[in-house]
């Protein structure tokens, strides 16, 4: 029967909702939000 | 549990009666809302019509922000609250988490939007939808936007809930259907971006109350777009969703390949939220890297998905129909497809307007140097309302000629006017937004109550073609919103005099999803692996990607003539 | 109707896919890459990219730089109003003050030279629109953005303030002159 087989890790991935729910908050937390945070306060003052 | 459920006759989908009336009172909060903002873009549209200019300045950036604030955030998220229930409840056949707790989400984004309306109708909240520090609103309109937002969070978790309910019961065996993780997808986004509309909206309602001495602007934006763009994502996911939803229900429609569409959502969950960066291109203080990865989704991986949705939908009608016998030529399938129903035209008009209108215009919005041709230009409402709008909106009204039978038990009245609402709401904003956009290339100011700059200490004659656009613009908007109207009296009117039809039986007990090994499942469903050909499909798509090719490189040809900047 | 049911196949992560979707998405993917590359390919090559030079500033300390600036290098004034017009010198820098409801001053340029503008508001969020160019940029308080610019055609320019800033929102139009 087919539900011997292994289940393929991407699927475990994708049926792991709250494994989900981190990436999709932390990745766009990351790359977005502390990386523009960097960028913003690393703005030299004007002489 | 006290509640029971109830299983559709017409539909088989089976109803927890406390999702249900939860469903049902969500819907008609947002169109509600929808109401009270399309009276607001009547104002709108009326004073930008350069004939007209119905507002004097005051009211028109009153009206604005309402008209902001009740469609882009009130309408959309109310909606999109029924269709997490019903994604998670219904489709999961399983009770629903926590019913309580999730109509005291509902009574918190009740209280919120009241308040946010008063705060902008009182006057002293004329900010836009954006509120960009320094310009202060009252701290009521924070506050408003707060509890709604706290209240949308409360339904995403209730819905989250009621996945761990559904699993935990077993009410399906297996994953969860496609349809429920396009609506998993728009609940992350919203996580995402209610929890950064959190961490923008709270200091500013204590700097408007005198607590805090400043926000810095730049600080400001960044994070706001977290919400203000983000938000927008959750819509596509959701629409997304249900025109999956509608090609299975009125075609018996299966994905192509439920590998490749659930990869789509995946890309989505990663990287759709980065699209925030849109609104920060033309700003002074992201860096050029931030600014490419970030306005790209990471390297254009959601427009990727996006692309992968846009074939697999029409893909997926299309070999439904070829295999029920449409399979002459290239376009029977499409020819013979149920035109004169609303839900299936509004939805493949949601689609195209989305995809060739929404989806292109928004690429090259957001590529970095091309945005300064745009940026805070009549192009970006243009945009948006093909997206938000033509795709999203139009996906809502037409899900809903399928909900007022199922969910509120009613027939719709007058079939005629049905039939014609989406052509002519999808059609006239689609040329709306397309002649929004023309007056935006030729320079037109979003947000701005005069083309004739009067009481400026110079002139500036915009060109005769942005006139033009301009007068356009306010004869399709106002179809376009006749076309809102008739939807919004015929919902309503079906829910007051629509023909009551049968309940279905209510049981104590939900009825699981079949077994996947049993005859009633493998009934459902067609071989795993088989595929269909859909030559048609790979002749639209075809058409999409020229015509996006073309229009990208014809922007790149316009920036190539401008002053040099560096 | 299997898009709202659970996936018949239970290891539906196994199942082939179909060679049209492989081609699709190929193509898909292979787009993404070169507009990916493209805003790259243009930093490097493309003659308009927008500055990342810019500073935190007050507006009171970005007045008075650009106070000093007028001062030195006015030509004229017009309008009723006596607004200055400033002759930038080549190659040098240029101020432009964004203020409720009002672009100062008005900049003179010429043709084919490159200067230095910087750009900063008094008080509110603004848009610099430059029209018929259609060149748009923020301008924010707090911060001075330093753009460099080349004209490329003579002719009388128009600043059209593109983000809303209150009730004269509309009256805010500022001028350059490219000679």
């Known amino acids: 029967m087919a539900d011997k087989e292994e289940v393929p890790l991407m699927q475990r991935i994708l049926d792991n909702h709250f494994l989900l729910l981190a990436l999709g908050v932390v990745v766009p937390t990351v790359l977005y939000t502390l990386w523009g945070i960097i960028d913003i306060v690393s703005i030299p003052l004007a002489k | 549990m006290a509640t029971t459920y109830r299983t559709c006759p017409r539909t088989g989908l089976q109803f927890d009666t406390e999702a249900e009336k939860l469903m049902r009172w969500n819907a008609v909060a947002g169109v509600l809302a929808l109401l009270v ?11 930008r019509w350069p004939a007209i200019k119905l507002l004097p300045p005051d009211w028109f950036y009153l009206v604005l922000t309402a008209h902001g604030v009740d469609m882009l955030l009130v309408w959309i998220i109310f909606f999109e609250m029924a269709v997490l229930y019903f994604a998670s409840s219904t489709l999961l056949r399983c009770r629903l988490a926590t019913p309580k707790i999730a109509w005291l989400g509902f009574w918190l984004m009740a209280i919120g939007a009241v308040i946010g309306n008063y705060a902008v109708l009182a006057g002293e909240s004329s900010v836009m939808f954006t509120s960009y520090v320094p310009m202060q609103a009252s701290p009521w309109f924070y506050l408003g936007l707060i509890l709604f937002a706290v209240g949308a969070l409360i339904g995403c978790f209730v819905f989250l809930g009621t996945l761990v309910v ?42 408007s109350m005198g607590l805090i001495k400043e926000i810095d602007p730049q600080l400001y934006r960044m994070v706001w777009w977290g919400l203000g763009h983000s938000s927008q994502q959750i819509n596509v996911s959701a629409h997304v969703s249900i025109w999956y939803l509608i090609a299975a229900v009125v075609f ?5 390949s439920e590998k490749v569409s659930r990869f789509a959502f995946f890309l989505y969950i990663l990287f759709l939220q980065l699209a925030s960066a849109h609104h920060l291109l033309s700003d002074p203080g992201m860096s050029a890297e931030w600014k490419v990865l970030n306005t790209s989704y990471f390297m254009y991986f959601a427009v990727l998905a996006s692309m992968i949705h846009g074939f697999t939908v029409p893909g997926a009608i299309e070999a439904a129909q070829r295999k029920k016998g449409y399979t002459n030529g290239l376009f029977e399938w499409l020819r013979k497809a149920p035109w004169g129903n609303p839900i299936f035209s509004g939805m493949f008009l949601s689609l195209v307007n989305f995809g060739f209108l929404g989806g292109i215009s928004g690429v090259v919005l957001g590529t970095e140097q091309l945005n300064m041709l745009m940026h805070n230009t009549f192009y970006v409402p243009g945009h948006f309302h093909a997206t938000v709008v033509s795709g999203t909106t139009l996906a809502f009204m037409a899900v809903t000629y399928l909900l007022v039978p199922t969910l509120f038990k009613r027939e719709m009245i007058s079939p005629g006017l049905c039939k014609i609402q989406p052509y002519l709401f999808g059609l006239s904003m689609a040329v709306l937004t397309l002649v929004m956009m023309g007056a935006g290339t030729l320079g037109v100011s979003r947000r701005h109550w005069d083309m004739a700059f009067s009481g400026a200490p110079f002139q500036y004659e915009w060109p005769g073609a942005a006139h033009l656009m301009m007068s356009l613009t306010g004869i399709f908007g106002v179809l376009a919103i006749i076309g809102g109207a008739l939807w919004i009296w015929l919902v309503v009117g079906s829910l007051l005099w629509g023909k009551k039809l049968d309940e279905g039986k209510l049981s104590d007990k939900p009825v699981p999803h079949a077994p996947l090994d049993s005859v009633a499942a493998s009934a459902s469903h067609t071989g795993s692996a088989e595929h269909v050909a859909v030559p048609g499909t790979v002749v639209l798509a075809m058409l999409l990607l020229v015509s996006f090719v073309l229009y990208y490189f014809v922007n790149w040809k316009y920036l190539s003539e401008v002053w040099a900047l560096s | 109707m299997s898009a709202i049911l659970p996936p018949a196949d239970r290891l539906w ?13 190929f193509l898909a993917f292979t787009w993404a890459m070169i507009m990916f590359f493209m805003m790259i390919y243009w930093h490097i090559n493309g003659k308009q990219n927008l500055s990342n030079e810019v500073y935190k500033t007050t507006p009171e300390a970005f007045a008075a730089k650009a106070e000093k600036f007028i001062a030195a290098n006015t030509v004229r004034t017009e309008t009723e109003q006596n607004i200055p017009v400033v002759k930038v010198p080549e190659g040098g820098d240029g101020y432009l003050v964004a203020s409720l409801w009002k672009w100062s001053p008005i900049l003179e340029l010429e043709k084919g030279k490159t200067y230095k503008i910087h750009l900063s508001s008094m008080d509110y969020q603004h848009g610099f629109s430059l029209q018929p160019v259609n060149i748009n940029i923020q301008v924010l308080p707090g911060y001075e953005h330093v753009v460099k610019m080349t004209p490329t055609q003579s002719g009388t320019y128009a600043i059209v303030c593109n983000e809303y800033c209150g009730i004269g929102h509309h009256t805010m139009l500022g001028r350059i002159y490219v000679k």
């Not at chain 2, 903002?37 to 004073?47: D, N, P, R, S």
């Open chain 2, 166 to 207: 559904a699993k935990k019961e077993r009410t399906y065996e297996g994953s969860i259907p496609l349809v429920t993780f396009g609506a998993l997808t728009a609940c992350i986004i919203a996580v995402f971006t209610i929890l950064t509309g959190a961490g923008i909206l709270v200091p500013t309602l204590f700097w």
């Open chain 3, 13 to 25: 992560w196994k199942q082939s896919i179909d060679k049209t979707e492989w081609m699709w998405i």
């Open chain 2, 252 to 256: 018996g429609a299966k994905p192509l």
């Open chain 2, 37 to 47: 903002g399309g009276i607001m873009a009547l104002g709108v549209i009326l004073t």
